[in-house]
């Protein structure tokens, strides 16, 4: 194996990125190589905010004013970073699931890092990643990492707030010049039929999912922009988003794995990861 610290998977919704990880882990177990895997959604992600609110000085106060007792009780969950109070409430909620004020929680939601400002957003994220760095650089084991390098700035930057490509671009290049010491490797899937990979996904997920889903990509950002409705109009904005990451990891200097797994040929897709890695 090539030295590496850090592997990240990534695609669209339905391409396979868990199933490549929990792969690559099992792979990495097998072989006796120590590694950690994280997938999306974890609130303990170490290069990432899941479920983690961003308040200044003033919104704690508002806060503490309102719900004394609430403040109180998640203060150790609490991280100040320069002029900002980082509350990681969804570590909070996962170890305190009753007797939670919901109130409390829910104006906490309003604050959370993916509705900051683009500028603020990036600052947390880069310090977010110098830190994994530097973490990991200190540990023997490899990480895996599903989706939080690319998905999630496009989908704050572009699903959201439509910024250019350049601007997402020049991002992404800046983490990528942060994770360098790592020796990363980047894996990522690719559809032609962008319909036909999300209806997999759709089979598998609530109706709530994937309202949420075409809600975000479309009544927003880049979406709401281009006039874009329903499934339909989700799709056409996954492609868009198809086209900027292929444009974007094309321009990145790491090593990288693109496929094409519409075929879904996973005997095949298999074998060329595991001689990636």
């Known amino acids: 194996m090539n030295p590496t610290k850090l592997i990240i998977v990534e695609g669209i919704p339905g391409s396979g990125k868990t199933s490549t990880a929990q792969y690559i882990k099992d792979k990495l177990d097998m072989d006796q190589i120590s590694n950690r895997l994280y997938l999306e959604g974890d ?100 990480v895996i990492l599903e989706c939080c390098f690319l998905q999630n700035p496009m989908t704050m930057m572009f699903g959201r707030h439509n910024c250019s490509l350049s601007v997402i671009s020049e991002f992404i290049k800046r983490l990528v010049a942060i994770i360098q010491p790592l020796s990363p490797k980047l894996i ?65 200097d790491l090593y990288k794995l693109v496929i094409n797994n519409s075929a879904r040929d996973w005997e095949d897709v298999l074998q060329k990861i595991s001689k990636f890695i």
């Open 188 to 252: 990522y899937f690719y559809q032609d039929d962008i319909r036909a990979s999300l209806d997999r996904v759709i089979q598998e997920r609530s109706k709530e999912w994937l309202e949420y889903f075409i809600w975000y990509f479309t009544e927003q950002g880049y979406g709401k922009s281009n006039g874009y409705e329903g499934l339909t109009g989700l799709c056409e904005v996954l492609k868009k988003r198809k086209h900027y990451e292929l444009d974007i990891i094309d321009q990145l």
């Open 43 to 142: 609130v303990n992600h170490p290069a990432d905010y899941e479920s983690v609110a961003c308040l200044n000085a003033s919104e704690i106060g508002n806060l503490q004013r309102k719900h004394p007792l609430f403040m109180e009780a998640i203060a150790p969950f609490i991280q100040v970073v320069d002029a900002y109070h980082l509350i990681y409430y969804g570590i909070y909620q996962e170890q305190h699931p009753i007797d939670v004020d919901q109130d409390a929680m829910d104006e906490l939601r309003r604050f959370d890092v993916y509705e900051l400002s683009v500028d603020t957003y990036q600052e947390l994220i880069a310090r977010r990643w110098q830190e994994f760095v530097s973490n990991a650089q200190k540990s023997k084991e490899i």
